[in-house]
Nanobody, 121 residues
Framework: QVQLVESGGGLVQAGGSLRLSCAAS????????MGWYRQAPGKERELVAL???????NYGDSVKGRFTISRDNTKNTVYLQMNGLKPEDTAVYYC???????????????YGQGTQVTVSS
């Protein structure tokens, strides 16, 4: 019913930048929040950044001051601008959405398929 399509991952040197995008489509009535989580090998999935429909943001401590999340509500798309990347940012980054399904108005949360971000030292 709902699809999340991520793009923008890749390989970058330490200190470099990448921009991730995630577009939500399907049977969507409204989106409360969108954002990003990440999971590195051998570690638990952790919050990177979230943004609500009203524009409120929440960042993981390790990315504050380096990453910026933004959102285009007209396109149901969320962006993550990542600057000053470090090797420890290497992980699979998963798009996340918290929304209501159009047909039922029931809440629904989902993760995308993930996009790999690798930062070389």
């Amino acid at each position: 019913q709902v699809q999340l399509v991520e793009s923008g991952g890749g390989l970058v040197q330490a200190g470099g930048s990448l921009r991730l995008s995630c577009a939500a489509s399907g049977s969507i009535f409204s989106i409360n929040a969108m954002g990003w989580y990440r999971q590195a090998p051998g570690k638990e999935r952790e919050l990177v950044a979230l943004i609500t429909s009203g524009g409120s943001t929440n960042y993981g401590d390790s990315v504050k001051g380096r990453f910026t999340i933004s959102r285009d509500n007209t396109k149901n798309t969320v962006y993550l601008q990542m600057n000053g990347l470090k090797p420890e940012d290497t992980a699979v980054y998963y798009c996340y959405t918290d929304l209501r399904i159009r047909s039922t108005l029931l809440p629904f949360t989902s993760y995308g398929q993930g996009t790999q971000v690798t930062v070389s030292s």
